[in-house]
């Protein structure tokens, strides 16, 4: 099939590459042209494990090519996803307008029948909106459908989780289009569950508000622990053996952050209330989770006394390992309050510093985790990179000021920590 991606960020560029995989001719378009200068050379704007390999080899045998002309890549395409950015607007709204921007653009270049399918991530009834807005702007008699295909891949996992997902999500409102994408997903021979076209976009918005909740309902449990004298890993485990409940998602730490949930969770709510709901579970899901920070900044007062001139070592900046995003990361929240309250900050993450030099001014960035350590008061961790794990403990402790470690991933094993004569402060743990 002839594609196009519209958006070529963490969703479009892995969702053209993994089509193209699949054999299909793929045109990945962006506005950004210093974006696609690097990718029509094969150099990746985003670190996603895997994703190189397949980007180059497609590039190589002609299925994948890159452009910022939408309107050229329209007329030679048939089916067209939308996977530009939503991002909240200030009252937590999702911003439609790039949305909007580009089906303009795509309703002015309909040269023959059309599927144009929404991946981003949108509220329920923006179909309708890209319908009307096709309508008003093509030529008359203009053939095309409007298709939802919500996206679920995880980043850091992105093309395994596109080639090998739970289920696709197609919502329809044509025969035509449902053959169309149904033949577009064949090969991955997964479940395809085929909706209407608000049905579909509900179910993105629901199941990552669900998931949003589950983490922030085992943060509640972990507050109840620490006040209980019980271990939240011990309360996480006894649950998620429970199929109904599952163990995935059930990680104590320092909230839920990155591009994806806190954005999606707000747009839910403010989509709801518009509707005339008042999803007052959801507020109580966001309230946890700013929460959870402001109880994580007293565990590192609890560790130091006074921050004020203290320096405070930091391991993690991204939201979550295997990625380099820093979008709405926890540590963007943590590392401003720490410096509100005076702490000087050394940091390091594996793979997110170039983005984090841009968002996080006024820090020291540190070349490894060993140099972090190195005569900081507390080190403290907000990543669970798995090169944090396997670091050299004693070492750690002859480096830092101070044996003390804040973790707010819970990567280490508490009674190992005393063990070795360490101050450690996790999350939910009574040690
Ligand atoms: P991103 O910021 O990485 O990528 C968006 C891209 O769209 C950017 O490169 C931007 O330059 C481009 N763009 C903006 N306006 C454009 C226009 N008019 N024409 C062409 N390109 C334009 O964002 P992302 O993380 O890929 O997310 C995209 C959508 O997918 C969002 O709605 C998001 O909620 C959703 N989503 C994201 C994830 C994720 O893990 N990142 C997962 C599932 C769904």
């Not at 996977?83 to 002015?108: C, F, M």
């Not at 179909?127 to 030529?139: H, Q, S, V």
């Not at 999606?264 to 507020?283: H, N, P």
């Amino acid at each position: 099939m002839k594609i196009s991606v519209v958006g070529s960020g963490y969703v479009g560029l892995v969702s053209g590459a993994c089509f193209a995989s699949l054999g299909n001719q793929v045109t990945c378009v962006d506005i950004d042209e210093k974006k696609i200068a690097l990718l029509k050379k094969g150099v990746l704007p985003i670190y996603e494990p895997g994703l190189e390999e397949i980007v180059k080899d497609n590039i190589k045998n002609g299925n994948l090519s890159f452009t910022t002309d939408l309107a050229s890549a329209v007329k030679k395409t048939d089916v067209i996803f939308i996977a530009v950015g939503t991002p909240p607007r200030p009252n937590g709204e999702a911003d439609l307008s790039y949305v909007e921007d580009v089906a303009q653009t795509i309703a002015k270049q309909i040269n023959g029948y059309k599927v144009v399918v929404e991946k981003s991530t949108v509220p329920v009834q923006t179909g309708e909106w890209i319908e009307k807005t096709l309508r008003r702007y093509a030529k008359k008699g203009a053939q095309f459908d409007v298709a939802s295909n919500p996206e679920f891949l995880r980043e850091g996992s992105a093309v395994q989780d596109f080639m090998n997902p739970d289920r696709v999500v197609l919502g329809v409102s044509s025969k035509k289009a449902k053959e169309v994408l149904n033949d577009l997903y064949k090969p991955l021979k997964c479940p395809m569950v085929f909706t209407d076209i608000k049905s579909a976009e509900i179910i993105k918005h629901a199941s990552n508000s669900f998931l949003a909740m589950k983490i922030s309902f085992i943060n509640a449990i972990s507050r109840i622990c620490e006040l209980a004298g019980a271990d939240v890993e011990q309360v996480a485990n006894g649950m998620g053996l429970d199929r109904r409940i599952g163990k995935n998602f059930l990680n104590a730490g320092i909230g839920f952050g990155g591009f994806c949930f806190p954005k999606d969770l707000s747009a839910f709510i403010r989509i709801s209330e518009k509707l005339g709901y008042d999803f007052q579970l959801l507020k109580a899901v966001e309230n946890i989770n700013e929460e959870q920070k402001r109880m994580f900044i007293r565990k590192i007062e609890e560790a130091l006394w006074n921050i004020n001139g203290k320096t405070i070592g930091i391991l993690g900046l991204a939201f979550k390992p295997n990625t380099d995003d820093m979008r709405f990361a926890p540590s963007l929240d943590i590392i401003a309050a720490l410096q509100e309250m005076g702490a000087k900050i050394k940091a390091y993450d594996p793979h997110s510093m170039e983005k984090a030099k841009e968002m996080i001014k006024g820090i020291t960035y540190c070349e490894d985790s060993y140099s972090v350590c190195k005569k900081s008061d507390c080190l403290v961790i907000l990543t669970e990179w798995n090169e944090f794990k396997d670091l050299d403990l004693e070492k750690v402790k002859k480096l830092l000021n101070q044996p003390a470690i804040v973790d707010g991933r819970n990567i280490y094993d508490p009674v190992k920590m005393k063990e070795l004569n360490f101050r450690y402060f996790s999350i939910g743990r009574p040690y």
